[in-house]
């Protein structure tokens, strides 16, 4: 490519400060209080594609959040790459654990990145991975270096489960038609080892709520005698896992992708040290599903956790009551296989057998997805695999991830192409948690891989056409 190192040298103060307008706008979706900050920053992305010299912008309605499309088509001949990725963030709170406000984004310096960090919500899930490809294709366009067809898909629901997707993009299909879908809203191993996402796991999540008494009672008076949901919820729930911590609901793993010996003994390829990654958590061992390693349970296995558990007194000091009721959310991560509505299912009934009379409960469905893997044999997986191995000076790795993007698996089976996932963040960068952070590095290091990738896809497409 030429002059990438020189544009983004020239122009790297500015892409850095139009990246922190978009931070500085809190874009929660999960509380519908921030409508109006949606609503801000779809029109920021629209605004940034648009001076960039992209075409036909629009901020599409759904059900909820507006999806922004733009789109360069330079000729109907050329293959067309869909850039996929959100402009919605996680909530900010427990805001105290922020060292500097969460929206007033600022560059730091860590141990990890010695050239810097953005700190700010959604500085890499996923505003500053998404603005990465608003920059590149402004490289592109300013350079007359574009070889390929674009469209941007930005949507502001990601973080709440993509809702208003499905119907979406069966509505759209024609408009967003591609050959290949590119997203940057994963991560890598380090700023050395690069790596390219070739999995996401699926997810069912529920929430379940179990009662007893019609009213919270005395617990000195009724204690003993009348069912504590509580307690009877804590039962029910540690009865899903067995001491090998293998899941117990009948027929969990039915469907489940084990991967070959071979796979595995690929995966464990991957740099991984136990004793840094229990040091970083500060816990004195880990755990998970026996049989298998750490690496494993943590992307290509199925899970169940317990997210959240409330119910009765938890305010300060004592209360003695026995509670009316007691809730709790479950996520369970799926692996390549498993039909999330059919798990919800098979969990559902489960649950509701483990119950026992003296109490009701009841399951609550949320969003799911299926897990999806990308095919290393696909010219997209080896057009990112050349680029990376350009602007890294060092060839990258396949990892799956244990994280879910839910649309994606849907993606790829309504315009039949294959999703790719160039994710530049580390999986220290604290997405979700306070202190959420991006390398500034990796920020200009995805800006600048990024036009590699279409260039190497397009060649590729053009020999297999
Ligand atoms: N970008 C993340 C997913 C991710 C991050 C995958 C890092 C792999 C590596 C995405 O925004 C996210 O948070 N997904 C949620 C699911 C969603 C339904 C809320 C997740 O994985 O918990
Ligand atoms: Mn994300
Ligand atoms: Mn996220």
């Not at 919605?88 to 105290?96: A, C, K, R, T, W």
């Not at 970083?280 to 880990?286: S, V």
């Not at 409960?361 to 680029?387: C, E, F, M, N």
């Not at 604290?430 to 990024?450: D, L, M, Q, R």
Request: charged share 20%; net charge negative; glycine share 8%.
């Amino acid at each position: 490519m030429k002059n990438i190192h020189s544009y983004i040298k020239q122009h790297e103060n500015r892409f850095l400060n139009e990246l922190f307008e978009l931070l500085k706008i809190p874009s929660i979706s999960a509380d519908s209080e921030y409508n109006p900050q949606i609503l801000q920053t779809a029109q920021a992305v629209a605004d940034a594609l648009e001076k960039i010299g992209c075409e036909n912008i629009q901020q599409l309605t759904t059900q909820g959040n507006p999806v922004v499309y733009a789109d360069k088509i330079i000729d109907s001949n050329l293959p067309t790459v869909l850039v996929y990725g959100h402009y919605d963030v996680q909530p900010s709170d427990p805001l105290e654990l922020w060292d500097t406000p969460p929206f007033e984004p600022i560059v730091k310096q860590t141990e990890i990145h010695p050239e810097g960090a953005i700190f700010a919500r959604g500085a890499c899930d996923d505003k500053g991975q998404m603005f990465m490809h608003i920059k590149a294709l402004e490289f592109l366009i300013a350079t007359e270096q574009l070889p390929c067809n674009v469209k941007f898909m930005i949507e502001g629901e990601e973080e709440i489960g993509s809702p208003s997707l499905a119907p979406f993009i069966k509505e759209h299909a024609e408009l967003f038609k591609n050959d290949v879908i590119l997203i940057s809203d994963t991560g890598m191993i380090s700023n050395t080892q690069p790596s390219i996402t070739t999995g996401l796991r699926g997810l069912s999540y529920v929430e379940v709520e179990v009662t007893g008494p019609n009213k919270d009672l005395h617990s000195g008076f009724f204690g003993g005698a009348v069912a504590n949901p509580i307690n009877i919820l804590s039962q029910m729930i540690a009865k899903l896992q067995d001491e090998n911590n293998h899941i117990t609901i009948p027929g969990f793993y039915d469907d489940v992708y084990e991967l070959s010996a071979e796979e595995r003994s690929e995966m464990a390829k991957a740099p991984f040290d136990q004793t840094e990654y229990n040091k970083a958590l500060n816990i004195a061992k880990e755990e998970g599903e026996k049989g298998y390693t750490t690496l494993e349970r943590s992307s290509v296995r199925p899970t169940l956790d317990v997210n959240g558990i409330w119910g009765g007194y938890i305010g300060e000091g004592a209360k003695t009551v026995l509670p009316s009721k007691a809730f709790a959310k479950i996520s369970m991560r799926l692996v390549a296989g498993q039909d999330p509505d059919k798990i919800t299912q098979l969990f559902t009934d489960y649950f509701l057998s483990l119950a026992p009379k003296s109490v009701k409960v009841k399951v609550k469905p949320h969003h799911g997805g299926k897990a999806y893997r990308t095919p290393l044999d696909s010219i997209g997986y080896q057009a990112a695999h050349k680029a990376y191995s350009e602007t890294f000076d060092k060839a990258p790795v396949p990892q799956p991830s244990g994280g879910s993007i839910p649309i994606v698996s849907l993606f790829s089976d309504v315009f039949k192409s294959h999703a790719i996932l160039m994710g530049f963040g580390l999986n220290s960068d604290a997405i979700h948690s306070p202190n959420e952070h991006f390398g500034v590095f990796n920020f200009y290091k995805g800006i600048e891989t990024i036009p590699y990738f279409y260039k190497h896809f397009t060649e590729l497409y053009t020999k297999n056409a």
